[in-house]
């Protein structure tokens, strides 16, 4: 397929309504502007598609942008893409994305990947989107359930809500039968495929696998890693009968099994399990499993409380105190005593003392819970403190824990808004970022004013960042000249809020930029642009439809 052939078959683009955004008619581009966006977005993807030296890490990105932003005008380059590129990774991701389109061109591309593909987990997705396109071909379905690795594919691609409701409830039933089949033999397959099926019964709410994977559950010489599977998905299917087998369980010493168990009484809420989760909580030596435990008591109540607080206050791991606070917080209406238990868990010697790296996460939800708890001005005390003991780490926590930061900061911020001026007082430019990535949740009506100031070209860069991606939240008109500046900015997250905010705001001003940054050298300035072309050019034809 050629690139003359993309670029013919976009001239009948079907353009879907988005929302509009600001604009008036007559300051936007014309459609032809708006067609030579597209076109261009186009011969970006098809460059990089269909160029066999281009690496696996661009083929895959470009892939992705495609699928996301692509319509039935896409589907030649889709579809060449799915039976011809190097690499399944890439070939996988066009597989999975196809069914979105329901468009019939692609049945045939996508019943001959199924068929003839060499990679299982290829030809499972391709079977996939095929079905949802036309449920008349559950055929391939039938033939790749007969396969020992395109069954093991299926197996391990359905064990979440997400691909169990994408997945075509016509063909639910000869799935489960499927699994059911093969979850007994061991010798064909090897217990992660047998632990996947198991799960993969569970969301698919097989409770014809019950007796299934209750026996799988009290085989003594089952795979601990499977049994633990199937304690999960017993927990899962609601099935109380088996509680006694689970109580066993947790007394294993393996730990796959008592995790899937723990995790399955939790659900179940049966008051047999309390005492023995309680005696497990007091002798078991591993941390993960202390927190699984409690996690699991999270879901009796009042009932657990006294217990629940013992372990925030006494437990010899950070991560088991932190569980044992996230369980406790919701509980917070039923119990009058756990908001003091947590105010007295934070005046008292264990946070002061713990070492902060080991305790920062704990630290976070323990500001938090003092949040939810209404603890406005205690939970603004331990955030200073727990900022101050960070100081020298700061750098680290924030690259892997700057969502957590943020929504810390918001949490505070709603029951104690001068957390703004607190952390935007302080010298540290971490400080700063958290507190200028806050504020729009926190104070929208008074973001602008205080985010503007930090969009210079000399200031931090961390902090210009921030205060883009604020800004972009609340796009202007008049502010269209700033986010023009950065579709090439060096930060990526810069440039994105940038893209995001022209995309909402922008008006014929934005055709040249992007067309300069659609002729980029570098592919990742050239994919941002490829998405801002497509969803502007969305926006702007449905605002012309609109008025026409």
């Known amino acids: 397929m050629s690139k003359l052939t993309f670029a013919i078959a976009l001239t009948s683009l079907v353009v879907l309504t988005p929302a509009l955004g600001q604009a008036s008619v007559s300051s936007l581009p014309t459609e032809n502007e708006v067609r030579l966006l597209q076109l261009e977005a186009m011969r970006v993807l098809g460059a990089v598609l269909l160029d066999p030296a281009r690496s696996e890490a661009d083929r ?16 030649p380059l889709l579809t ?14 066009v597989a999975e994305g196809l069914g979105r389109f329901r468009a019939p061109e692609a049945t045939f591309a996508l019943r001959q990947a199924a068929l003839s593909g060499p990679i299982d987990s290829v030809r499972w997705a391709a079977a996939v989107s095929l079905v949802q396109i036309d449920s008349e071909q559950g055929d391939i379905i039938d033939v790749l359930l007969t396969q020992r690795d395109t069954l093991s594919a299926a197996a391990l691609s359905l064990q ?16 489960q039968t499927a699994f059911i089949q093969a979850f007994p033999d061991a010798l064909t397959y090897n217990k992660v495929e047998r632990a996947a099926m198991a799960k993969s019964l569970a969301a698919l709410g097989s409770q014809r696998a019950v007796p299934l994977l209750s026996a799988a559950l009290s085989d003594v ?25 689970l109580i066993a369980a947790i007394d294993s010493g393996e730990d796959p099994l008592q995790v899937g168990a723990l995790n399955a009484l939790g659900r179940l809420a049966n008051a047999q399990a309390i005492s023995p989760i309680v005696a497990l909580l007091a002798s078991e030596d591993s941390a993960e499993i202390r927190a699984s435990a409690v996690s699991a008591l999270g879901s009796f109540g009042q009932t657990a409380v006294s217990v629940l607080i013992d372990v925030l206050n006494t437990d010899s791991s950070p991560t088991v105190r932190q569980a044992a606070l996230q369980v406790l917080v919701p509980l917070g209406e039923v119990s009058e005593g756990i908001t003091q238990a947590v105010v007295d868990f934070v005046t ?18 323990t500001i938090s819970a003092l949040a939810k708890l209404d603890q406005g001005d205690l939970a603004l005390q331990l955030l200073n403190a727990s900022i101050d003991a960070l100081a020298d780490v700061l750098p680290f926590v924030f690259a892997f824990a700057e969502e957590d930061l943020i929504r810390v900061a918001v949490e505070v911020g709603q029951v104690a808004p001068q957390v703004l001026d607190v952390l935007l007082a302080n010298d540290n430019a971490f400080v700063k970022a958290i507190a200028l990535a806050a504020l729009p949740q926190i104070d929208p009506a008074g973001a602008r004013q205080v985010l503007l100031p930090f969009v210079v070209p000399e200031e931090n860069r961390l902090l210009r960042r921030m205060a883009f991606e604020g800004l972009a939240q609340m796009p202007r008109p008049e ?13 990526r997250r810069t440039r994105a809020a940038a893209y995001s905010a022209i ?3 922008g008006d014929a001003q934005v055709v040249a930029p992007l067309l300069e940054a659609l002729a ?29």
């Open 221 to 245: 010489d089952e795979d601990p890693f499977v049994r633990g599977a199937a304690a999960f998905s017993l927990g899962i299917l609601g099935v109380q009968n088996v509680v006694p087998d």
């Open 80 to 93: 060449t893409t799915l039976l011809g590129d190097p690499f399944a990774s890439v070939r996988r991701v």
């Open 160 to 175: 979440n809500d997400a691909t169990v409701k994408a997945f075509p409830q016509a063909f639910h039933d000869r799935v």
């Open 520 to 548: 980029s050298e570098k592919l990742s300035v050239q994919l941002q642009a490829v998405e801002a072309s497509f969803e502007f050019g969305k926006r702007i034809l449905a605002i012309k439809a609109l008025s026409a």
């Open 503 to 505: 995309v909402k705001v």
């Open 60 to 75: 895959l990105n470009t892939a992705t942008v495609l699928v996301r932003n692509g319509d039935r005008t896409t589907l």
């Open 479 to 491: 502010d269209l000249g700033l986010y023009l500046a950065e579709l090439q900015n060096k930060d």
């Open 348 to 365: 008292g010697p264990y946070l002061p003392a713990c070492d902060p790296q080991a305790c920062s996460t704990l630290a976070l939800e």
